[in-house]
């Protein structure tokens, strides 16, 4: 359980296992570096992680067994809560930027003039919202909603984010 990625100032990333979807994604909205997917399964996990400098996040005991396995954290509850906490503890999550990281393809999201916005999104976002920020990986399109503030409602509730301060875009 060496946790050693993220041990300067850089946000820690992370290889996450297909067992662990939810974590993979609140990890994102915490606006981490967080590889997941279907194409990521036990070799191609470890691989990654092992190249790309990652902590590789799993539940599989299997993997366990592996010699010369990258730095790792097992995760030991079925909870996200509980899986979050346990990170925490293990490496720092405070050094990213929150609601930056598309959470669908986990590229970083880039700030884009209003007008880009113009008819992608809804009549209601269009006439209410003023910020946009863009995901050049998947195109989608985010602005601040009621989504962000339960999301930053619940990582304050675990201890892992303030409730206000550098949560906008």
């Known amino acids: 359980m060496a946790a050693t990625p993220g041990t300067d100032t850089a946000p820690p990333a992370f290889a996450v296992d297909a067992m662990l979807g939810r974590l993979a994604r609140w990890l ?3 606006g981490h570096d967080a590889a997941y997917g279907p194409h ?8 990654c992680a092992r190249r790309e400098g990652r902590l590789l996040l799993t539940r599989d005991t299997r ?3 592996e010699r010369n396995l990258p730095p790792h954290v097992f995760v030991t509850s079925d909870h996200f809560r509980e899986q979050l906490r346990q990170v925490a503890a293990s490496v720092p999550l405070d ?3 929150p609601l930056r990281r598309c959470l669908e393809c986990n590229r970083p999201l880039e700030a884009v003039p209003r007008e880009r916005a113009a008819g992608r999104v809804p009549d209601y976002v269009w006439e209410t919202q ?3 920020l863009h995901c050049a990986g998947c195109d989608r399109l985010y602005w601040p909603a009621t989504h962000g503030v339960h999301m930053r409602e619940e990582l304050a509730n675990l201890g892992l984010a303030p409730a206000g301060a550098g949560w906008t875009h």
């Open 95 to 97: 050094r990213a930027t």
């Open 63 to 65: 993997l366990l067994r």
């Open 130 to 132: 003023s910020s946009f």
């Open 28 to 30: 994102r909205v915490l």
């Open 40 to 47: 990521l399964r036990r070799r191609a996990l470890v691989e």
